[in-house]
């Protein structure tokens, strides 16, 4: 079975399967050292750049900015979501998310 994984309106949207899932303007907490100097990250999302699967995981890469110091950059492949029979479940929006790359800061 395909999945079809599509970045729309300009990194505003995740479609899964000509569906749209997730959106930018969420607060994310990151587990990152590597993103800026918190402890945990709390990450505005403003733009998704890519997405991607890895086994059954649905992936994404995101531009955003730490609410508590500043920083900003684009995150290394974070877990958005697992597809299931064919179906997207998203992950608790709550969790903690790892990011399975470096990060990117500018």
Known sequence: MTTRLRVLDDGAWLSINDTREVRVSE???????????????DLVVENFQTIGVDGSTVETRVHGQCIACGAAGTTGWLPVGRIRDGEFAEFDRSSVRRSRTGIHRR
């Open 27 to 41: 607060l994310w907490r990151l587990e990152s050292s590597d993103f800026c100097d918190c402890d945990l990250v």
